[in-house]
């Protein structure tokens, strides 16, 4: 997670400065998206009976563009 918050911090959104604040959002946001995560496939898969590997790609795709949009906003801001 350390190395992800790094990589992500200075590669992709090239932030000149990390900090303490940004780890703890990071960390944040981490939880929040496997929470979202096992929320949507416990719903998708146990709850609608969805197939395994397409609930898995949406909930995938889904929690990706929210943990990117959340960390160009929030994070790495």
Do not use: E, H, K, P
């Not at 932030?15 to 703890?24: A, I, K, V």
């Amino acid at each position: 997670m350390c190395f992800n918050y790094v990589a992500q911090g200075l590669w992709t959104f090239q932030t000149q400065r990390l900090s303490t604040r940004s780890l703890s959002r990071y960390a944040i946001v981490q939880g929040m998206a496997l929470a979202i995560n096992a929320l949507a496939m416990g719903i998708l898969v146990d709850g609608l009976g969805w197939a395994l590997l397409l609930s898995q790609v949406l909930v995938t795709g889904f929690v990706a563009v929210c943990v990117y949009v959340l960390s160009a906003i929030w994070v790495y801001q």
